[in-house]
């Protein structure tokens, strides 16, 4: 089984719509837990961290649940610009900072 | 301030010879990290470097790999003897280290083996 996985999607969805992704992972020690984005041919960026008691930034809402172990990515009215590929990123649990990525799953916002 | 930098962007070599990447981290983090990504998939953890600790090497694929760093300055990525598979954008980021676990990544070198 892989540490963290996503489903590849895509998911293509029309400008103003909620998309939802989850993400599992393996390691019931992993502490910390964030959401990057990835633009096509760029870098991966942090989006946002997931906290236990579940947070939101703007149109964004991510959950955590630690007794399933999966996170989630709520996106509320989608924008042709959140149109990336999202990154599910869990810490490895071994003592430092060492972050086991999912293979990301990728949005198509479209007009 | 300036982020992470990487050189060269873009790299061409042709298959069994050496090749160099570099990264330089923002000023001030302690730790870096190494990573490949191949076309259409997720990021592969190569190497980490926390100051003068020994690193973690348990993602390097092959002994054609290795990495240096020193201090907490530049780090270089070698790999000998390249294969077509070695093909990948490599990318290079780097983090405060002190539990902060954001990481801030290079623009990425891709390195294309012929």
């Known amino acids: 089984r892989k540490e963290v996985e996503q489903d590849p999607g895509p998911f293509n969805v029309p400008e103003g719509a909620t998309v939802a992704f989850n993400c599992t992972y393996s390691n019931s020690a992993s502490q910390s837990f964030f959401w990057y984005r990835q633009d096509c041919r760029k870098e991966p960026k942090l989006l946002m961290s997931v906290y236990s008691s579940g947070n939101e930034d703007g149109r964004f809402t991510a959950q955590l649940n630690r007794a399933s172990q999966y996170i989630s990515l709520l996106i509320r009215d989608s924008k042709l610009s959140d149109s990336a590929t999202y990154l599910c990123v869990v810490n490895w649990s071994g003592g430092y900072n060492k972050l086991i990525f999912g293979a990301g799953t990728r949005l198509a916002v479209h007009p | 301030g300036a982020g992470v930098s990487q050189s060269p962007s873009n790299k061409v070599t042709e298959k069994g010879k050496d090749v160099e990447l570099r990264c330089d981290p923002i000023s001030g983090h302690t730790a870096l990290y190494w990573y490949r990504q191949r076309l259409g998939q997720g990021l592969e953890f190569l190497i980490y470097?926390?100051?003068?600790?020994?690193?973690?090497k348990s993602g390097l694929p092959s002994d054609r790999f290795s990495a240096e760093r020193t201090g907490e300055s530049v780090s270089t990525l070698t790999i000998q003897r390249t294969q077509q598979e070695d093909s990948a954008v490599y990318l290079c980021?780097?983090?405060?280290?002190?539990?902060?676990?954001?990481?801030?990544f290079g623009p990425g070198t891709r390195l294309t083996v012929t």
């Open positions: 470097f926390q100051g003068n600790s020994a690193p973690d």
């Open positions: 980021a780097s983090s405060t280290g002190t539990g902060s676990h954001e990481q801030y």
